[in-house]
Every structure is written in structure tokens, then in C-alpha cells.
């Protein structure tokens, strides 16, 4: 039986860009259906009724939300191909810790980089270096963080890393003067082709928080 | 598993996040040792060594290597004691459903109950809305099971009996009856409550009260 997909989604995401990615992994077919948040969709609002937002993925008709929890149910439902998550409990355990630290940290320190000024926005800088600091420390000599091939923490981080050239700019401060290795890291990501089909162009991101800030009035 | 496994649960007693970790270790019938943190103090070397990262309880330790974040570690001990009483179903698209609702309760309804019983006034009065509205869309979910997980109790109860041992502290400090709006969960809580494992690992709902009383002055909340 053919499996249909559809991935509701909204082009910056960096949360999209991790259903993407998984599904490229996998080497899934998937239909890409683009919101407008400002406009959401009746789809979208039926099939996110708790939280309206994107990503959702539609796997035959039924709807699946939270973007970690959406590459999780990839990874279960096709296991035979490139599996993300390792296969002991300690090392899943310590895996969804670090993606669960991604999500609870990186989001919100990276906004308020782009969108604070003084200290506000200092104090997000040095709070969001010290962030990719502990990752840094936790890939030590790995490749990737899941070992010898991106992993599920790789999915959760990566996406993050077109953003970077909007946070630096908008900071006014380098990521890979502080954290070569992670960048590095980034670089052997990229290199593959479903990271680099997966992510957005750094300049385009730019762009659209360029036009974020303008809309809200920030300078 | 070996019956030389080591289990340390890092504490706190009223904790409704332990207290999830409590009823999954419980479940399995799975013994270990508690270490108590009292949080109104400074954090012991022990939790700061095994959670450097977040600082906070619940942690496992499991023949010496730590598990943090609570449904982490339901999740983990689902995974490794595989063999008996599953907490998560096996398909993986209900898998997902109970993993989403567990992570709203996190998101959206723990922020709202802080709410009620740590803020007055206009704040405390938002809360209380709010919270009601989260917890009658997690009602939806019970649909006419006598568990979120089906049958028996699985991973989404697990998650949220907590919080329904909070009931009666959130009841007597919001003033209002929670209950009357969400008569399916308070049944549903009673349901559970019968259950042997539930009540040898909980604190009744009338000792959570006293110690949030407690936490509360000592804090200064």
C-alpha cells in the first residue's frame, strides 16, 4: 500500500526543516504543503486544533505534531533505513535529553539575539554561546552526535545552523570564533545531501528576519 | 534485568515531576533507594554531579549513570524493563499521540497550575482559566476509556496522575472546584487511585497540600 505524506510546514522553520530532514533520511516522498501563518489554513487548523502551528505531518490522513515527536514516529515506523535514534535505552534516554535541550534553550535565545537591543540582547549572546558550548562538548571527537552517522540530536541541532548567519549578523558576533568545532561540524553535515537539500539558504533566513523586524518594528 | 541492578531516585517529596517517575518505577515493580533533595536549600554535590546541566529533580540513576527530564525517564524505564506491564502502546502513531498530549501537559498546562497555587490576584484568576481549559481538552482524550492508556494505565497517565494528586492543593488555594467543570478526570482520578502501585508510591493528595503549604513559606511564594 502506498504511503501518502504530507508535511504541513512554513519555509524558515527550523522545526520544519527537521521533519525534512528525517523524511530525506529515510528517502521518503512526501507531499510539502506551505503555510501562511498569518492565514492558517483549515487543514492546518484541523489537523493542529490544540496548538495551530507547524510542522504537522499527515501519514495517510492522520496527523502527527511536535517536530521531535514527528521525527521520533520516522524513525519507528520506518526502522529498516537509517535509523536516528541508537538502539540502547541509555543512549536513546541521552539522546532525547540534548534534542529536549536544543528545543527548551536554542529557540528563544536565538529570538531574542534578533530581536533585543543593550543588554537584553548581551546577555542572549553570551547565554546562546554558552548553549552551543555544552553541545559542543557533549559531540567531543564524534563526526556527528550519533557516532559515525548523524543522529537524531544532529536532526534536532542542524536546522539551527542556517540561522546562524542571521544571528551573527543581527548580534554582531561570530559563532565560529567561540565554537569552531560545532561549525565544523555543521560543514560535515552539510556535505550531505539530505542536510543540504533539508536546510535553508542562510542568506534567504536573513532576509525573512530581516523583514521579521522591520514588520515589528525593531530596528 | 539483573537482579544487581542499582537504583537511586533523586527526590523531592510533592514533586509532581518524581512523582511521575515514582508511579513507573512502581508499575514494574522495580526497587530502588530514594535520596531526598530539599530544594528550599542549596542543591546537594550529588544532584549538581548527575545533573549539571539542568540542576533539577527528578534524576535516576541507574547503576550509576543518570537519567534526567521526567517522561525521559519514564520513557527509559519503559524501554529497559520491556518485559512486563508496557507503559507505552506498541503502534507507533498512538506512541505519538500519547508522547504529544504528555508534552502539553508540560507545555501548556504545568505553567497555568503554577499559576494557581504560587500567584493571586489578576494572575491566579488568568490561571485558573486557563488551566481548567487545558485539562478539559486532555479530558477529550479519555474519550469512554477508563484510562488515557485504553485498558490499564499506560505512559499518558503516568504523566498526568500527578497533577490530579495536585488537585486538592490547587482547589484550596485557587478556590474554585475542579471537579465540577471536569467530572470525567476527577473520575478518572479516583479510578487510578485504586490501583495498589498508585497509592503505595504517592503522597495522598491532603499530605501534597501541606507540603506545597510548606514549600511556600520557606520559599517566600
Not at chain 1, 501563518?37 to 505531518?57: F, G, Y
Request: contains cysteine; proline residues 5%.
Amino acid at each position: 500500500m502506498a504511503d501518502e505524506i504530507i508535511l504541513l510546514d512554513f519555509w524558515p522553520s527550523m522545526f520544519g526543516m527537521r521533519v525534512r530532514l528525517a523524511l530525506a533520511e529515510k528517502g521518503l516522498k512526501y507531499e510539502y504543503k506551505e503555510e501562511d501563518l498569518r492565514n492558517k489554513s483549515p487543514l492546518l487548523l484541523e489537523m493542529n486544533p490544540v496548538h495551530k502551528k507547524i510542522p504537522v505531518l499527515i501519514h495517510n490522513g492522520k496527523p502527527i505534531c511536535e517536530s521531535l515527536i514527528i521525527v521520533q514516529y520516522i524513525d519507528e515506523v520506518w526502522h529498516d533505513k537509517s535509523p536516528l535514534l541508537p538502539s540502547d535505552p541509555y543512549q536513546r534516554a541521552q539522546a532525547r535529553f540534548w534534542a529536549d535541550y536544543v528545543d527548551k534553550k536554542l529557540y528563544e535565545l536565538g529570538r531574542k539575539i534578533w530581536s533585543t537591543k543593550g543588554e537584553e540582547q548581551e546577555t542572549a549572546k553570551k547565554e546562546f554561546i554558552e548553549c552551543l558550548k555544552l553541545l559542543e562538548g557533549e559531540l567531543g571527537d564524534k563526526p556527528y552526535f550519533g557516532g559515525e552517522k548523524i543522529g537524531f540530536v544532529d536532526v534536532a541541532l542542524v536546522t539551527f545552523s542556517c540561522w546562524f548567519h542571521a544571528y551573527e549578523s543581527f548580534g554582531n558576533f561570530s559563532i565560529e570564533a567561540e565554537c569552531p568545532k560545532l561549525i565544523a561540524w555543521t560543514k560535515r553535515c552539510m556535505e550531505k545531501e539530505s542536510v543540504s537539500s533539508s536546510l535553508e539558504d542562510p542568506h534567504k533566513v536573513h532576509g525573512f528576519v530581516m523583514g521579521m523586524k522591520k514588520k515589528l518594528g525593531i530596528e | 534485568m539483573a537482579n544487581s541492578d542499582h537504583i537511586v531516585l533523586l527526590d523531592f517529596s510533592g514533586s509532581p515531576f518524581v512523582m511521575r517517575v515514582r508511579l513507573a518505577l512502581a508499575a514494574k515493580g522495580i526497587e530502588y533507594q530514594i535520596k531526598e533533595e530539599d530544594l528550599t536549600q542549596s542543591k546537594s554535590s550529588l544532584l549538581l554531579k548527575v545533573n549539571p546541566v539542568h540542576k533539577k529533580i527528578p534524576v535516576l540513576i541507574h547503576n550509576g549513570k543518570p537519567v534526567c527530564e521526567s517522561l525521559i525517564i519514564v520513557e527509559y524505564i519503559d524501554e529497559v524493563w520491556k518485559d512486563r506491564c508496557p507503559l507505552l502502546p506498541a503502534d507507533p502513531y498512538q506512541r505519538a499521540k500519547a508522547k504529544f498530549w504528555a508534552d502539553f501537559i508540560d507545555k501548556m498546562v504545568h505553567p497555568s497550575s503554577y499559576k494557581v497555587w504560587a500567584a493571586n490576584g489578576e494572575v491566579q484568576e488568568a490561571g485558573k482559566k486557563e488551566f481548567i481549559d487545558r485539562i478539559k481538552m486532555l479530558e477529550g482524550e479519555l474519550k469512554s476509556n477508563p484510562y488515557f492508556g485504553g485498558e490499564t494505565l499506560g505512559f499518558l497517565d503516568i504523566a498526568f496522575l500527578p497533577l490530579y494528586y495536585w488537585f486538592h492543593t490547587l482547589e484550596t488555594f485557587g478556590k474554585f472546584s475542579i471537579e465540577a467543570e471536569c467530572p470525567k478526570l476527577v473520575a478518572w482520578g479516583k479510578r487510578c487511585m485504586e490501583e495498589e502501585f498508585v497509592c503505595a508510591s504517592l503522597p495522598h493528595p491532603h499530605k501534597v497540600y501541606d507540603l506545597v503549604v510548606e514549600y511556600k513559606k520557606k520559599m517566600g511564594i
